[in-house]
């Protein structure tokens, strides 16, 4: 038998088919391994810093997210609970009063940050400066 | 007394000489002169070249002297061949002798050497075209792997009565390698494209180069186990040479190990072209099958190159794709002199020797691929 016939009698077509694809599939496999085998052995070779580097990780952000955090926005209170917070506070001085009077009544009422909550009263002009580096409460906020 | 004189002479090999006889004896001394003088791969066509001459010297048959003849030295000389001892030991002393850090350097021209064994698949088609069984077609197609041992260890699984004219077409292609390949190159490559050149490979780790080795017998031999006596040994023979251990093993496995491997192989191979079992049809249908699977082995390579640059950033000389046949080093070889005909400073060897290495595992896992399809 010959030509085409004989080909197709003997599956000819499928195992060239079948088998140039399973030679290009092995190359290709080994060709992406032995490409990546420098990279495993560069990460091998560095393991413990790779594994400090995650170990830290937690400690060395979190602190400094918790510090963010927490002199940030989000656990600050806001304008309207310090102006709640504060105006009892800042009825007892007499006004104009100077701003380390007012962290003075902070500290011994235990209110937290009181830098902050300083800070962000001021620039909330519910402490509104006098010039004279002296502030007044603002009754309107 | 001249009773007993013209009996003797009755049993010389002048007497029994017939013309086909005479032919091989021609080819014989071809070969050796192609090894010789012209050095074309000399440690193959030499043995193969005088075992030729051995193999056609005629002889009284019965008398246990011809390699087809059972209890013959020759016969068991040959046992190495058709049980496919002798491809295994000589490839694990390629593979102690083989650095794969170009190859490791640039995993992509791997896919090079797949490419040049479409070669492969186009002469089984062909072969079966003009009527091969599918045994003997896979056998003659393997021939496209430009791989000596891997041929005769896939005829011998195969197609054993085709061992001598496979054998020969798959060494003469190899030999012939400066005359076949630069016609091809030239004619798929233009000028411009031969130009191209190739970064520096990177620096390969020492840890790169005994992983591959593991890597590669894992991947290849679970795909294809078939493959196992050729890539198992190849692989093992480069371990020996990596691990740095066993330093005189590998020195072994890649001089004294290889090299009486390639004697024994070479001779029992030209030996078994025996004028009455060489000089048929299928012959000369297996020298020019191969000479096409040869051809179009190096043409896919080639064309597959310029297929990769049409999506690389970093183009890669398309001659490479040449050396992904895995005549070790020849191709590799004519690849760099092709580059340097062009621009002398353009230096493809180490390259081209990793697409010939991939060339070399490529036609392997062919081979057990083929042989699993014919089982």
């Known amino acids: 038998m010959f030509g085409l016939e004989n080909i197709t009698n003997h599956n000819g077509w499928a195992i060239a088919a079948v088998g140039a694809s399973i030679v290009f599939m092995g190359l290709v496999v080994l060709c992406l391994v032995i490409s990546q085998i420098h990279r495993l052995l560069n990460l091998w070779e560095d393991r413990e810093k790779v594994i400090s580097r995650f170990k830290q990780k937690p400690a060395a952000v979190k602190p400094q997210e918790t510090a963010e955090m927490v002199y940030g926005d989000q656990r600050l209170p806001s304008v309207e609970q310090l102006i709640e917070a504060y105006k009892p506070l800042i009825e007892k001085l007499e006004e104009p009063f100077k701003l380390s009077q007012v962290f003075e009544i902070a500290n011994e009422n235990d209110m937290p940050h009181p830098h902050l909550s300083i800070q962000r009263l001021q620039e909330a002009d519910v402490l509104v400066a006098q010039g004279d580096g002296t502030f007044t409460w603002n009754e309107f906020k | ?375």
């Open chain 2, 1 to 375: 007394m001249f009773d007993l004189l013209f009996q003797f002479l009755a049993n010389t090999g002048y007497y029994l000489a017939d013309y086909r006889n005479y032919i091989m004896l021609v080819v014989g001394c071809v070969f050796l002169y192609l090894g010789t003088a012209k050095k074309y791969e000399p440690l193959l066509l030499v043995p193969i070249g005088f075992g030729i001459l051995v193999g056609n010297i005629p002889f009284f048959k019965g008398f246990g002297i011809g390699i087809y003849e059972p209890n013959s030295v020759l016969h068991y000389l040959y046992f190495g061949v058709t049980t496919g001892v002798y491809p295994s030991i000589v490839f694990m002393g390629l593979g102690a002798m083989t650095d794969f850090s170009s190859l490791l350097a640039q995993p992509k021209l791997m896919l090079l050497g797949a490419a040049a064994q479409m070669g492969i698949y186009f002469t089984l088609l062909g072969a079966l075209f003009f009527g091969f069984a599918p045994k003997e077609a896979a056998s003659i197609a393997i021939i496209g792997g430009a791989d000596g041992p891997t041929s005769i260890f896939l005829t011998a699984k195969l197609a054993p009565h085709l061992i001598g004219p496979i054998a020969i077409a798959a060494y003469s292609y190899m030999a012939l390698i400066p005359v076949i390949q630069p016609p091809i190159m030239r004619l798929l490559t233009t000028k411009k494209e031969r130009l191209i050149k190739m970064p520096p490979a990177r620096a390969v780790s020492k840890k790169e180069l005994l992983i591959f080795p593991i890597a590669g017998v894992l991947l290849c031999c679970f795909l294809a186990p078939t493959a196992l006596p050729l890539l198992g040994m190849l692989f093992l023979g480069n371990f020996l040479k990596e691990c740095g251990v066993v330093n005189r093993l590998a020195n072994t496995a890649q001089s004294a190990i290889i090299d009486t491997a390639t004697i024994f192989l070479g001779f029992t191979v030209g030996c078994s072209t025996q004028a009455d079992v060489f000089l048929t049809p299928k012959s000369l249908g297996i020298f020019f099958l191969g000479a096409v699977a040869f051809s179009i082995a190096t043409a896919s390579g080639l064309i597959f190159a310029k297929i990769m640059n049409l999506f690389l950033k970093d183009k890669i000389n398309p001659l490479l794709g040449a050396a992904g046949v895995s005549a070790v080093p020849g191709s590799a070889r004519e690849v760099h002199l092709m580059g340097l005909k062009e621009d002398p400073t353009n230096f493809l060897l180490m390259h081209g020797m990793a697409c010939n290495s991939s060339g070399v595992i490529g036609s392997a896992i062919c081979a057990g691929i083929l042989w699993s399809f014919f089982i």
